[in-house]
């Protein structure tokens, strides 16, 4: 069990704002504004602790550092190939409803999966 820090909430906090996922840098130079002396090894280890407990998530970018988002919920993620932007995407089904899992990937018991979107945004003219 973790004991409570005032460090861990405050990044938290920062986490828990709608369609954020910050890299790691992005987060320690946030937080430096509410913890003037905080390091970013302190940063690695409290988001490191947060997603043990299951209060944030960590999304792994090939090529790009990972992202951190303060809701857990079940969503997917689009990057704007570009700018590197990075948005919730909303799907009211799950995956396992549309495919065999066994027909699709034979010997093996799927226990999980993960799904991101590339794209282009409207910023930086991917509008259609």
């Not at 990972?66 to 809701?71: E, K, L, Q, S």
């Amino acid at each position: 069990m973790h004991k409570n820090s005032k460090h861990r909430d405050g990044i938290a906090a920062l986490l828990a704002k709608n369609n954020y996922h910050p890299t790691v840098d992005d987060l320690y130079e946030r937080a430096r504004n509410d913890f003037p002396n905080i390091s970013l090894a302190t940063v690695y280890r409290n988001l490191d602790q947060l997603h043990q407990m299951g209060r944030i998530a960590r999304i792994d970018v090939p090529g790009m550092p990972a992202r951190y988002d303060g809701n857990t919920d079940k969503h997917y993620h689009i990057l704007c190939e570009k700018c590197g932007h990075m948005q919730d995407v909303w799907i009211d089904h799950n995956l396992e409803d549309h495919v065999d899992f066994d027909l699709a990937i034979p010997n093996y018991n799927v226990v999980g999966y993960n799904i991101s979107f590339t794209g282009i945004c409207n910023k930086c003219g991917g509008g259609k």
